[in-house]
């Protein structure tokens, strides 16, 4: 790892170098620099961003749990090559967050690449977007880490998000009228989630998102960035619907969570997947919603004489509903409500549901913040969780 770090900042360092690249300063949150060719037929912007999050968790006649840790610590490189419709991202996951989950299907490495994605737009209002990267799903999930209203996501997104991907997508939008703007995706991805070098397992993955924006776009893209930091002078409204289906899936969470043996190798079975979200935001107040099921066709897996593996699908719905309200001192209060049922006749697993009161201080927008809330997960052994966390994002 010291040796693969080391010869990133090699890079680095002869990157601003070179005679031929032009060095901007750019402002605080929006990278490190930018590097020009001097023909101006490339660029490359860097940036990096951490998170320091301090967790505290108690529950009846148990000792309470503190955790400190780097939750995130990243680098990103983006631009373009060629033409400026020739975009590329790279972002590198450092902390062991990040790069956790090494494994025979990741050669044994760690998982450092989380974006490495090539877009082109290579035709009026299309675009082919090639690597890997997130996959269309639910809103929450799409929202940058960093740019989140509370410490982090909820248990919706936790039990239900299909994550990145490494595959095709198609992007294209156009206009009703002079404001209302409709936004179609279609992806196809391995189904086995991001760093998968040994497989394909099972089949591919299909995904099909469709969004409509009546009032028009958000100011500063805020359909995906939590808070209404840019206080809309008129109501915004983004609705989005999504559709996933993941052909012969062999994890229990379609492409996400764990690999389902069997006494032959893996159990596949196509799983599908439902997203519908809102956002909604007018002068400092904003509205998420969503709501997400998935089913299986055969959620149990079984051997090959037909005994179950103890492995299944983890089918059910969720929903989340999240709210917030910012001050102009830039203090903003929120709430969360979260439910999630599992199908317990299949899981094993009653239902959960969690309530969030958050207190966020944004110095610098998304890029320099503090944030804090507390939670109470109403389960058979109900735990209270308060969380702190300090972002910072050059």
Do not use: C
């Not at 309470?64 to 610590?73: K, M, P, Q």
């Not at 095709?168 to 391995?190: G, P, T, Y």
């Not at 697993?349 to 009161?357: G, M, P, R």
């Amino acid at each position: 790892m010291k040796l693969k770090l080391s010869f990133l900042a090699v890079i680095l360092f002869t990157a601003l170098s070179v005679n031929s690249q032009e060095v901007e300063s750019p402002k605080f949150g929006k990278g490190l620099f930018n590097l020009v060719g001097q023909d101006s037929t490339w660029t490359m912007k860097i940036g990096t961003r951490m998170q320091f999050l301090a967790t505290s968790t108690w529950q009846e006649e148990r000792e309470t749990e503190s955790n400190f840790l780097v939750r995130r610590a990243r680098l990103k490189f983006d631009g373009f090559a060629f033409s400026p419709k020739l975009k590329y991202k790279i972002e590198l996951g450092l902390s062991n967050r990040d790069i956790s989950g090494a494994s025979q299907f990741t050669s044994n490495a760690p998982r450092y690449i989380l974006d490495a994605l090539i877009k082109w737009n290579f035709y009026e209002n299309f675009e082919l977007w090639f690597g890997q990267t997130k996959l269309p799903g639910n809103r929450e999930r799409v929202i940058s880490s960093g740019n989140m209203q509370q410490v982090d996501r909820s248990l919706l997104n936790s039990r239900f998000n299909i994550d990145r991907d490494i595959g095709v997508q198609l992007r294209h939008h156009f206009k009703l009228s002079d404001n209302f703007i409709v936004r179609e995706i279609f992806s196809m991805a391995q189904g086995e989630g991001r760093n998968i070098t040994t497989g394909n397992l099972g089949g591919h993955q299909y995904t099909g998102r469709i969004e409509l924006l009546p009032f028009g776009k958000f100011a500063g893209k805020g359909d995906y960035s939590a808070s209404d930091l840019k206080r809309e002078a008129k109501p915004k409204l983004a609705l989005g619907v999504s559709y996933d289906f993941n052909n012969n899936a062999v994890k229990n969470r379609s492409n996400q969570g764990s690999y389902m043996e069997t006494d032959t190798g893996f159990y596949e079975t196509n799983i599908t997947t439902l997203f519908v979200d809102a956002m909604f935001k007018y002068k400092g107040f904003s509205l998420m919603a969503e709501y997400a099921d998935r089913d299986a066709d055969d959620p149990f897996a079984k051997n090959s004489d037909g005994t179950l593996t103890g492995d299944v699908v983890q089918v059910g719905k969720g929903l989340n509903l999240q709210s917030g309200y910012l001050f102009k001192n830039n203090w903003e209060v929120s709430g969360r409500y979260t439910n999630i049922e599992l199908d317990k006749n299949i899981t094993g697993k009653d239902k959960e549901t969690q309530y969030t009161l958050g207190v966020s201080k944004f110095i610098v927008g998304h890029k320099l913040k503090v944030q804090s809330d507390i939670s109470y997960l109403d389960v058979d052994n109900s735990q209270w969780m308060y969380r702190l966390q300090f972002d910072i994002h050059f």
